[in-house]
């Protein structure tokens, strides 16, 4: 038996693939006779407007398998019975909807029967916790991207923590969520978080899985937000959205708020390819975003005149200037803009079904100019690229109750970024010939043109005309893949799935070195290799001119993912039960050291025989879920699992070039190279239990701990006594956290006009560490006694940067139905969103040892406190949508306004380590800042809380209003 189970997981891995197919549920039940009980042979039950149905077998009982999530009208018929139609049928992804019938006699009843189904208030065969938004919700709320979405979701909060900043789910680090859309992982598999974005009036549906997901999920060590695509409709239809908040002249205040200059049009388009025939149906949206204004801030006006400028200027005097910005202005663009289009085609020709579909995301940002560059607004940057995936999906079912899917997918991703005058002519970002046909001129530095000196005002450097901003940067990663999975039904208990997958990645990088080519330049007869010794650039995929690169250790990285699986749905009336069984095989085509100790150089870069590959990571992650029903009304869940995922392959990437110049040592570098980096480990459980309270309230109750082994996090490696290298700061597998908590969240299924959602969740979060590169706060606390001693990491767990111990959020919906209170108030809805969370760990330090840099990650001093001892203060926010529909003619005409931050709270979300405080850094108070006060005036002041307090990105966004119309037909 052994060898047959290893037998069949070597064969699935040889089959090409990628991914669980993603986005499919089941409909499943009973037929009976209403006045009898006994079940009904034959019966049949039909999904209107489709091919998918299902008969009843000799004890009644039917599903339909491979349901896309949505919602539907089943009709269920009997010869001699009545016809039954249910609408609002919701399927959701991966889960099971059950529904019985029960057919009346025609003899007794003559007329068909036709009710609309209610949203279930607690799920009876779900065996962890998962959150479900639809697309009924998204329509409803103010909330219009899929990350906001995840965020109602119990144990899922933001962090703006320097280098553990994105989306946590229940203390894992960013890096540790995996996104889908549509079976297609678009994870950026370099640093972590969303890799696209789609159209949130194309979304059926979002998901969250924060615990103890079952076998046929993995690259996930925290969590994984899934998110699935409308598809066709029977019947043809179009919807359109436009939504903006140009309503007022960018920074200029009207009625207490501000416009920001973005603007949101959407297009949908969905119903059979061929009129008449729904065996072919699409499903098509558009979007187009744009923005002038760089972003909501609180900025004041900032107007102080006759500042003299400290540096010389290209005379060899000083130039005296005035500084102006004005207000709430965070930067200042051309034009941004970039379009999205997400689609399908499902073609449903019994017994198969094809579904074809895709995502393509374009961006063309004119970065503009921030407030450091205020001064040098015609040296604006570009950043332009794309996001694709496709997927092609082909189902066979060789019986009602037996299928497999063959799926393939494939991901794009491309983007570069370079100054709007130069663009790809590379060599001229150097040249002061070049610059000065753009009106730009260099500094000479012997036989180096070099960017013209800088402003400075007193402690602020500002960029002077010509200033390169960006310089040119490209970056590349893409795959290919596929899966196989195949499912056998047996009546309603036994679901028995088996699968396997494979991706194989591309990554390339690119960045330029203004340094390299002037070296270049000055020394046309040098090598490459001679002038990456000098300049040590980081590159690879790529050569030394940005030509791609195959081979070799500077090569294109191409990291391979596989795996198996095998699991039972087992699914009895009062207990289910989720068994599985996955195997991993992790490639990174990371690059390990033959002897850290001791490197051999040659021509001052790292040898290639001192490298050698990473070895591969196979595993086996055992899963076990089950519920059980106390009464009807009460279920009780629990989850155990085992998880391994491959951290951000940006810990394993970089060019030789740098990192020969790490290893050289005797420096701590920010963005260290990992050799020989090991996926990290994650044991999970979970328990809860659902209660419906009630006709319409539902209370979810869980709790969960997990224990987190070989997350990444920056070493010390010792050099042997007779190396010719110093030691050096690297990468390795040597952090662990454990996280644990308790979630509640309350239902409210509408009830008369109200629907409500209340969700909390407490954590504690503690590990050696936060992220695999710390601030520099964390370098110096571990550094004793203060500075320049000898750095040791800890042994033992502390609170996490990104710990947030209390967040939750009220949703309430109130909502007139058609022709309900009157023309006035009907299909009148108000939608109030509020949030709230405590603040996240941070450590204080002593004001009096502090340097006072311009950020919480830069300023350096002794702590008086324990690692994350203090919290930032609570956050809260009100977010309201209120929206009218109106029937003009065959269109559905809805006017909305959203509100975001309702009542323009300044909420602190950091805070200098100082004061403990977001509006200051307490430098005017020490000895050093009331001295410079004195020395340089009222303008000096003014200057100092303009840049360190509004521009320091302490506060949550202000209030933005935003009128949207969307039309539907």
């Not at 549920?25 to 006045?35: C, L, N, P, Q, Y």
């Not at 007022?248 to 388009?269: C, H």
């Not at 082909?394 to 109750?401: C, D, Y």
Request: net charge negative; glycine share 10%.
């Amino acid at each position: 038996m052994y060898r047959k189970v290893l037998f069949t997981i070597f064969c699935l891995l040889l089959i090409p693939g990628f991914i669980f197919a993603a986005g499919y549920g089941k409909i499943s039940g009973k037929v009976v006779d209403k006045g009898s009980g006994e079940a009904l042979i034959g019966a049949t039950v039909q999904i209107e407007g489709s091919v998918m149905g299902a008969s009843t077998n000799v004890n009644g009982q039917y599903v339909i398998l491979n349901v896309p999530a949505g919602v539907y009208t089943l009709k269920v018929s009997q010869v001699g019975y009545t016809q039954y139609t249910i609408k609002n049928v919701r399927v959701s992804s991966d889960q099971t909807t059950s529904l019985d019938f029960k057919l009346s006699d025609q003899a007794v009843q003559v007329e068909a029967i036709e009710i609309t189904a209610d949203r279930p208030i607690v799920q009876k065969n779900t065996t962890s916790s998962v959150s479900s938004i639809t697309s009924e919700d998204i329509k409803n709320l103010p909330i219009r991207d899929v990350a906001s979405l995840a965020l109602l979701s119990t144990g899922v909060v933001r962090s703006n923590a320097a280098n553990a900043d994105g989306i946590i789910i229940r203390g894992g680090r960013p890096d540790e969520v995996a996104y889908y859309v549509d079976g297609v992982q678009t994870t950026n598999k370099l640093g972590g978080g969303e890799g696209t974005f789609v159209i949130a009036n194309a979304v059926e549906e979002v998901q969250v899985l924060a615990g103890g997901y079952s076998a046929e999920y993995g690259g996930a060590n925290a969590g994984i937000i899934k998110t699935t695509l409308k598809t066709g409709t029977a019947n043809y239809k179009a919807g359109l959205e436009l939504r903006t908040d140009s309503w007022a002249k960018p920074g200029e205040e009207v009625l207490k708020t501000y416009s920001y200059g973005r603007n949101d049009y959407s297009l949908q388009l969905s119903g059979p390819v061929i009129p008449g025939d729904n065996k072919i149906k699409f499903f098509l949206a558009g979007q187009y975003l744009s923005n002038t204004t760089g972003g909501a801030n609180w900025y004041p006006e900032l107007n102080i005149k006759g500042i003299a400028d400290n540096n010389t200027n290209a005379q060899g005097g000083h130039d005296t200037i005035d500084v102006y910005w004005p207000a709430r202005i965070t930067g200042k663009n051309d034009f941004d803009y970039q379009y999205r289009i997400n689609g399908n085609v499902l073609i449903d020709l019994k017994p198969f079904q094809i579904r074809v579909g895709g995502t393509h995301r374009v961006i063309n940002n004119n970065n503009g100019y921030g407030v450091g560059s205020m001064f040098n607004g015609d040296m604006i940057s570009k950043t332009e690229g794309y996001e694709q995936t496709g997927n092609l999906k082909l189902t066979h079912f060789l019986t009602p109750n037996t299928f497999y899917n063959v799926n393939f997918n494939l991901y794009n991703r491309y983007q570069h970024t370079y100054e709007k005058d130069y663009m790809f002519d590379w060599a001229a970002y150097g040249d002061s010939i070049a610059a000065a046909k753009y009106g730009y001129t260099m500094r000479s530095l012997g036989t180096t043109w070099t960017d013209p000196n800088t402003y400075s005002f007193w402690d602020w450097a500002f960029e002077r005309k010509g200033d390169r901003t960006e310089g040119f940067s490209k970056v590349k990663q893409s795959y290919i893949g596929g899966s196989f999975d195949f499912t056998h039904q047996i009546g309603l208990t036994h679901e028995i799935k088996l699968g396997g997958e494979y991706s194989r990645y591309t990554f390339r990088s690119y960045n330029y070195s203004l340094d390299a080519y002037n070296q270049m330049r000055n020394n046309p007869d040098d090598t490459w290799d001679e002038i990456s010794v000098t300049i040590r650039p980081s590159y690879y995929g790529y050569d030394f001119f940005g030509k791609d690169l195959d081979e070799g250790v500077d090569g294109a990285k191409h990291p391979v993912f596989a795996a198996a699986y095998i699991q039972d749905k087992i699914e009895f009336s009062d207990i289910v039960l989720n068994l599985g069984l996955r195997y991993d095989y992790i490639d990174s085509d990371g690059w390990d050291l033959v002897d850290k100790t001791n490197v051999v150089f040659e021509n001052g870069l790292i040898r290639d025989d001192q490298f050698k590959k990473t070895e591969t990571t196979s595993a086996l992650s055992p899963r076990i879920g089950f519920s059980f029903a106390l009464t009807d009304k009460t279920i009780f869940y629990a989850a155990w699992g085992k998880f391994i995922q491959q951290s951000k392959l940006r810990d394993v990437y970089l060019g030789r070039p740098y990192v020969s110049r790490i290893v050289t040592g005797g420096n701590a570098y920010a963005n260290p190279i990992g050799f020989g980096i090991k996926p990290e480990k994650t044991t999970q459980y979970d328990v809860g239990f659902r209660q419906q309270i009630g006709d319409n309230l539902g209370l979810d109750i869980s709790a969960y701990y997990k224990d987190i082994k070989d997350q990444v996090t920056a070493g010390f490696q010792l050099s042997a006594a007779n190396a010719s290298h110093q030691s050096y700061y690297m990468l390795e597998n040597a952090d662990f956290a454990t996280t644990k908590g308790i979630e509640l969240k309350l239902n409210l299924r509408r009830t008369e006009r109200v629907a409500a959602q209340v969700s909390y969740s407490y954590s504690d979060a503690r590990g050696t560490g936060s992220a695999t590169v710390y601030s520099t706060r964390f370098y110096m606390i571990w550094q004793a006694p203060t500075y320049g001693g000898e750095f040791a990491m800890p042994t033992f767990v502390m609170p996490l940067i990104f710990n947030y111990p209390h967040k939750g959020n009220v949703w309430v919906d109130y909502r007139f139905g058609n022709n309900d209170g009157g023309p006035i108030l009907s299909n009148l809805g108000i939608n109030l969103l509020f949030n709230f969370n405590s603040g996240r760990s941070y450590t204080k330090i002593n004001p009096s040892t502090s340097d006072y840099g311009t950020s919480e990650d830069q300023h350096h001093g002794v702590p008086t406190e324990p690692y994350g001892y203090s919290q930032t203060p609570w956050v809260y926010t009100f977010d309201l949508t209120i929206d009218k529909t109106v029937q003009i003619g065959p269109l559905s005409t809805n006017f909305y306004v959203s509100i975001y931050n309702l009542l323009n709270t300044k909420a602190e979300t950091n805070v200098y380590p100082e004061t403990g405080s977001g509006f200051d850094d307490g430098y005017l108070n020490t000895d050093k800042g009331r001295a410079a006060a004195d020395r340089n005036g009222a303008n000096y002041v003014d200057m100092f809380k303009w840049m360190n307090y509004y521009t320091a990105g302490n506060f949550s966004a202000p209030r933005q209003v935003y009128f949207g119309l969307r039309v539907d037909f």
